[in-house]
T-cell receptor
Framework: GAVVSQHPSRVICKSGTSVKIECRSL??????MFWYRQFPKQSLMLMAT?????????EQGVEKDKFLINHASLTLSTLTVTSAHPEDSSFYIC??????????????FGPGTRLTVL | TQLLEQSPQFLSIQEGENLTVYCNSS?????LQWYRQEPGEGPVLLVT?????EVKKLKRLTFQFGDARKDSSLHITAAQPGDTGLYLC???????????FGEGTQLTVNP
């Protein structure tokens, strides 16, 4: 159980275009999902908390208008990188808490999406 | 200042050696998790520790949560090349709500 998927796994886009990344909880419902960004050989940096049915909560320094998050259902959250630029190139990872485990602090991660902006 | 300090940041050892990775903080955590991440993939949960002084074993991996719930360690016995990866500790403070990650330890086990 507790499987989280992401799509696409890799995406290359031109500067100025928008890219949507999907995060799905496959075998459980997640009212809360999280989006992280990771640079090479570094740890994960939390970007925002995605709440089903309400607005996402963004971390300090993360542009809300650039990184649009939509949590339309209990199994799907999307991150849209708008007007992407080369500096947005990174590894984006989502995670979710599985309420069935009874351990609210434990998150299960998707496989990540490698975004390259040319 | 990093909330969770991991050490060492990089470790390169020979197959068969033992190693310990440390995760330290001045804050108290309600729980700590250890993850392992391979290049191009998401972190995979190894263990969650919740009780001060708790010790959990997962085959050749031993995890310990400090008595005061401010630190944790991961010990690997007889390391194998398949253990190579980025090891991340993470936790939620008793006074907070977000999962905080350490900087990670990049382990390379050479055959």
């Amino acid at each position: 159980g507790a499987v989280v998927s992401q799509h696409p796994s890799r995406v290359i886009c031109k500067s100025g275009t928008s890219v949507k990344i999907e995060c799905r909880s496959l075998d459980f419902q997640a009212t809360t999902m999280f989006w992280y960004r990771q640079f090479p050989k570094q740890s994960l940096m939390l970007m925002a908390t995605s709440n089903e049915g309400s607005k996402a909560t963004y971390e300090q320094g993360v542009e809300k208008d650039k990184f649009l998050i939509n949590h339309a259902s209990l199994t799907l959250s999307t991150l849209t990188v708008t007007s992407a630029h080369p500096e947005d190139s990174s590894f984006y990872i989502c995670s979710a808490e599985d309420p069935r485990t009874g351990m609210s602090d434990t998150q299960y991660f998707g496989p990540g999406t490698r975004l390259t902006v040319l | 200042t990093q909330l969770l300090e991991q050490s060492p940041q990089f470790l390169s050892i020979q197959e068969g050696e033992n190693l310990t990775v440390y995760c330290n903080s001045s804050s108290v955590f309600s729980s700590l998790q250890w993850y392992r991440q391979e290049p191009g993939e998401g972190p995979v949960l190894l263990v969650t520790v919740v009780t001060g002084g708790e010790v959990k074993k997962l085959k050749r991996l031993t995890f310990q949560f400090g008595d005061a719930r401010k630190d944790s360690s991961l010990h690997i016995t007889a390391a194998q090349p398949g253990d190579t990866g980025l090891y991340l500790c993470a936790g939620v403070r008793t006074s907070g709500s977000r999962l905080t990650f350490g900087e990670g330890t990049q382990l390379t086990v050479n055959p």
